[in-house]
């Protein structure tokens, strides 16, 4: 049975951080590329970033980008989203997903997903 589960997530102030962390089981983890969505109240789930099999390669949502890192470590079959500079805007439920590829993950194709952890910024 494969499980993602996420964790890191909380209420912060406008421009601090937050990491959070998807720890992954069940799964041949380094099979996957492994990415992070949010969806607010009232919109739709959206993609925030992903990355490659074996972390050589990332991609973010242009809203993010600066500001989000994201990474994964093989060994713990773990992704994480470490956050910074965040903004009300951010506010969202935050889900770890994986994927077969990347054309995949920007289809929405996604293999499995977390149950998300809540993320809140206030201004």
């Known amino acids: 049975q494969v499980q993602l589960v996420e964790s890191g997530g909380g209420l912060v102030q406008a421009g601090g951080s937050l990491r959070l962390s998807c720890a992954a089981s069940?799964?041949?983890?380094?099979?996957?590329?492994m990415a992070w969505f949010r969806q607010a109240p009232g919109k739709e789930r959206e993609f925030v970033a992903h990355?490659?099999?074996?972390?050589?390669?990332?991609y973010y949502a242009e809203s993010v980008k600066g500001r989000f890192t994201i990474s994964r470590d093989n060994a713990k079959n773990t992704v994480y989203l470490q956050m910074s500079s965040l903004k009300p805007e951010d506010t969202a439920v935050y889900f770890c997903?994986?994927?077969?590829?990347?054309?995949?993950?920007?289809?929405?194709?996604?293999?499995?997903w977390g149950q998300g952890t809540q993320v809140t910024v206030s201004s």
């Open positions: 990355i490659s099999l074996y972390g050589r390669s990332t």
């Open positions: 069940g799964l041949t983890f380094s099979n996957y590329v």
């Open positions: 997903a994986a994927a077969v590829t990347y054309s995949a993950v920007q289809a929405g194709n996604i293999a499995y």
